[in-house]
Structure formats: structure tokens, C-alpha cells
């Protein structure tokens, strides 16, 4: 997918901003191979999540069944949704994270987080600004400065869509900085690796992203990062500083979790509450969240659905958007 320039940020909104299942409570369901939809690109956030879960699942024999990753890519996670809300058996699962909320919210999908039966919440990551290696830009604080006094001064990659959490934190940031975020130009991309690839040909000049996705990049020493949205410097990179360190009050998790197709069974999400509670507590999962510097933020099914709709309310109030069924 190409480059996609935004001549004029239209996102005012954001100014203030079947499985495998033996026997359950005496009900049998039928066995079948177990696909899991990653609804973005190889190597972005979503995928490594799946493909976490996949090899955890198998290697600890927690599904006996063979466990797929399909990438559906396209339209902000859209066609990886759709094509899990279609499935009849529940053997498809699919990721998804507060992009199936903004979305909606934002007009640009029909689905909902109702459209499907909640399985689990798993783990949260923070999101990093990063610029390339040979940029003048030194610090989150003299970006900032220098697009206060001239807010066109720089282009600003992101992908999947507009709406997303790697934008949100980075429009927050700026609003409290006194920017005015509508005069932002921001260019779309269809995943990480090709917003990275247009910094390092200078078709932009500064990034959005999950720092999972940043991070090999900044492994071999190809990008910088300006700035972290934790509320203090992580142990892992004790050279990276946060937001409030460069005077802007941010504190910024993003999350991922699991969904399936709407009307799963009690016995099937019953199953699925079990499979997970024993994923994440393998040493396997523990390990996976160090590796990627996600933090645990595991929720049962039933959690998860309470969780979706306080995350809903407060995306809706944090971007000014009155929703309406």
C-alpha cells in the first residue's frame, strides 16, 4: 500500500482527548483445528501477539488440536474482523485491541466490540515516538517545540488508521504541548514496517508506534527513540525518557486481546477462559512479556466484556464523539 498523505488532519474529535473443546459442565462440542486471525501485517503488534499465543499453545500442549495464524490485513484490522464475525464455528478466534473501539467511533466501521463474544485481555505495551538515525531531532521536547512554531515543520508517520492508539497518544501529547493536533499532517501506512521503511527514505520525519514494533529497529541501532509513554523509565531502557520528564503529563498503555465470533456458547468460552488462564501462566507467556516489554493486563471472559465497554466510554468522552446505535 502506497503512501497516504494527509493534507488536512480531519480528526478534530481527538482535540480533547470451534475450538478445541472436549467436555464442558457435561456438554461436548466438536474438535476442529483452531485459527487464529491476526487482522494486520507480518510482524506488527497483533501478529506477534497470535503467534505468541500459537507456539505457547502448542508447545505446552494446551490444545490438542493444530493452531493456525492467518493475517486477514486491510482497513484498520476491518477484514480480519468481518471474516471472524461471519464464522458459525467457533474454532476462529481473532486479536484485536482498542482499534476495534475507535473505529466506530470515528465512523470509519459498522462493527462494535458487541459484535463478538469477548475471550480475554492479555497484555498492555507503551508507545514510543522514534525518529531516524542521522535526524536533527534530539528529544520529544525540542519536536514538540519546534511544531508548536511551525506545525507543518514535520510529517508524522503511523499506520494501521487514523484513530488508532499510536496516533491518540502522540495527539495527546501534542494538545498538552498547546498544539493545535487538526494542523498536524500525518501519513497513513499500511503497517509498521512500512512507516520505519518511509523514515528511512525521508518521506516522513518522525513515527508513532508500539514500542514492540519499534524495537528492533532500535536493537540494531537504526532508529531513535525520542520518548516513552510509561510513567517512569523501564528497566529494560533506562535511556529512554518518559513524557513528563519532557514536561508534557502523559501516561499511555495500549492493549491486546482476544475475541471470537458473536453467540459462542457458555461450554465454548468456558473452554477458552480455562485454555488462556493456563496460557498466561506458563513460564512460556511470562518470558513472552519480557521479551516484547508488554506488561500482564490478563482478564477472564467475563472481565473483558466489562473492560470493552469502560474502554468504550472513555474513548468516547476522551474524543468528543456522541455515539449513537
Known amino acids: 500500500m502506497g503512501r497516504k498523505p494527509l493534507i488536512i488532519f480531519t480528526l478534530f474529535v481527538m482535540i480533547f482527548f470451534g475450538c478445541s473443546l472436549k467436555e464442558t459442565q457435561n456438554q461436548e462440542i466438536v474438535t476442529k483445528d483452531v485459527t487464529i486471525i491476526a487482522p494486520g501485517s507480518i ?24 493452531i493456525s495464524v492467518v493475517n486477514k490485513i486491510g482497513a484498520g484490522g476491518e477484514q480480519g474482523w468481518k471474516y471472524t464475525k461471519q464464522q458459525k464455528d467457533h474454532h476462529v478466534v481473532a486479536m484485536n485491541s482498542s482499534l476495534l473501539i475507535t473505529n466506530h467511533l470515528l465512523g470509519q466501521s459498522k462493527l462494535t466490540y458487541k459484535d463478538f463474544t469477548p ?70 501506512y499500511e503497517n509498521s514496517n512500512q512507516v520505519v521503511e518511509a523514515l528511512f527514505k525521508n518521506q516522513i520525519d518522525v513515527a508513532t508506534m508500539s514500542l514492540s514494533e519499534a524495537k528492533k529497529y532500535y536493537d540494531s541501532n537504526q532508529v531513535k527513540l525520542l520518548v516513552i509513554s510509561s510513567d517512569k523509565r523501564l528497566t529494560e531502557l533506562p535511556e529512554i525518557p518518559t513524557w513528563s520528564e519532557e514536561g508534557i503529563d502523559l501516561v499511555f498503555e495500549h492493549w491486546r486481546g482476544i475475541m471470537g465470533p458473536p453467540n459462542m456458547s457458555r461450554a465454548e468460552i468456558e473452554y477458552w477462559d480455562t485454555t488462556i488462564e493456563k496460557m498466561v501462566s506458563t513460564e512460556k507467556w511470562k518470558q513472552t512479556l519480557q521479551k516484547y516489554m508488554w506488561s500482564d493486563f490478563y482478564k477472564s471472559s467475563k472481565e473483558t466484556s466489562i473492560y470493552l465497554e469502560e474502554q468504550s466510554k472513555m474513548y468516547e468522552e476522551l474524543m468528543g464523539v456522541d455515539l449513537k446505535e
Not at 43 to 66: F, H, N, P, V, Y
Not at 127 to 137: F, H, L, Q
Open 119 to 188: 475471550i480475554a485481555t492479555l497484555a498492555t505495551e507503551w508507545e514510543v515516538v522514534i525518529v531516524s538515525k542521522e535526524s536533527r531531532i534530539s528529544s520529544a521536547k525540542q519536536l514538540m517545540k519546534n511544531l508548536k512554531e511551525n506545525p507543518h515543520a514535520y510529517k508524522i508517520g503511523v499506520s494501521p488508521r487514523l484513530g488508532n492508539d499510536d496516533q491518540l497518544s502522540f495527539v495527546l501529547a501534542s494538545k498538552q504541548a498547546g498544539l493545535q493536533p487538526a494542523n498536524l499532517d500525518f501519513y497513513l
Open 43 to 66: 510482524g506488527g503488534g497483533w501478529d506477534l501477539t497470535a503467534r505468541a499465543m500459537q507456539e505457547i499453545l502448542i508447545s505446552e500442549k494446551l490444545i490438542d488440536e493444530d
